[in-house]
């Protein structure tokens, strides 16, 4: 890739600028961390005037009340654990049911088309909404709007015995095109490269390698498709020259595999953890951690927001996917999405 491209990996960045988020019935929360390419496509969203938001979920007011369904991103596993259920406890009066999809693994982008099927109440996904998913709503008589609600990444990962001190994002995007098929070829051992990767159609963290570390490449044929994160890290704990990339806040903590520190050069490398490295032998009584001030800069490369999109329709679904963001932007929110693993868009929730 040549450096205009490489310039363009700027749209996955999150900088250190105010932005106005939208949350629910008028009222909603300034920002850090405005990223060029994804928060720029937020133009289509409406804006409303900055409100105080309330403390916790006992205070969120316009809660439905009923069992809705929800789906989308499995990056936002993580989160459906500890902050769903959460909610639940002190909220009973909205029952939420994530529902994955029949012929497909779930992701993002199935979500998104469920919501605009009117299979989902509201979806969460991990990569910002496109032009064509904004068209299709307006065809179907109502307006989409997304919601940043954290900070997330991409790690890459290996196995834990290979010796490589960390790859640049052109050395990456030639291992998945088929370009480099040894790992000497990037400061390794004399050992083929075996890259996995989740299927194009579940979008998630696939959708944003795609747009922005093989740019206009295809996957290489070389490329082994897996339906789960589970299937790739069974694969790569068998294989000492595998290859895999996903959610950081789900990889990181694995101890069958080793992240990768990554960069525009050699020099420029930025680990996803936080240093020292917790070697394979030292876990699970030791875990790698998410490297927060890294995501919360976007010093690390791949970093991006975790979005809850909704459907304006003026009507039960608008009201619970607004409700839904607004539990996650409130201060009780933000504390639970620190402690599953991810970067709170709110300093003071570290």
């Known amino acids: 890739m040549n450096k205009q491209n490489r310039t363009n990996m700027a749209g996955l960045r999150l900088l250190s600028t105010s932005i106005l988020v939208i949350v629910a019935i008028g009222w909603s929360i300034g920002l850090i ?56 406890a002190e909220r009973p009066e909205l ?49 989409l709007q997304q919601i940043p609600v954290a900070v997330s990444g991409i790690a890459v990962v290996v196995h834990p015995n290979l010796n490589i001190a960390g790859l640049t994002l052109d050395q990456l995007g030639l291992i998945y095109s088929g370009q480099i098929t040894n790992w000497r070829e990037v400061g390794g051992p004399d050992l083929q490269i075996k890259p996995y990767s989740r299927p194009a159609s579940t979008g998630d963290a696939v959708d944003l390698f795609e747009q922005h570390i093989l740019r206009e490449q295809k996957f290489g044929s070389n490329v082994r498709y897996v339906a789960t994160t589970t299937e790739a890290l069974r694969q790569l704990a068998k294989e000492g020259g595998g290859i895999y990339y996903g959610p950081a806040p789900g990889l990181l903590p694995q101890c069958t595999v080793k992240p990768l520190p990554l960069g525009q050069t050699p ?17 699970p009584n030791r875990r790698n951690r998410l490297n927060l001030k890294a995501f919360q800069t976007a010093r690390y490369p791949l970093t991006h927001h975790l979005y809850v999109v909704i459907k304006q329709n003026d009507g039960i679904e608008e009201r619970v996917g607004q409700a839904y963001a607004n539990f996650l932007l409130t201060p009780q929110g933000q504390k639970l999405i620190a402690e599953a693993g991810f970067v709170p868009l709110r300093r003071s929730a570290f």
Do not use: H
């Open 33 to 88: 961390g405005k990223g060029l390419g994804q928060l720029g496509r937020e133009s289509n969203s409406k804006t409303t005037p900055v409100r105080e938001i309330p403390d916790s979920f006992a205070l969120v007011p316009n809660v439905a009340t009923g069992v809705f369904p929800y789906g989308g991103s499995t990056a936002w596993a993580p989160l459906r654990l500890l902050v769903d259920s959460a909610i639940q």
């Open 95 to 143: 029952q939420l049911r994530y529902v994955q999809p029949e012929k497909e693994p779930p992701g993002s982008r199935p979500g998104i088309q469920m919501l605009l099927n009117g299979q989902l109440t509201f979806a969460q996904t991990s990569y910002p909404l496109r032009q064509e998913e904004y068209y299709r709503a307006k065809q179907l008589g109502f307006q």
């Open 267 to 283: 020099k420029q490398f930025i680990a996803p953890y936080q240093e020292p490295l917790v070697a394979s032998a030292q876990c």
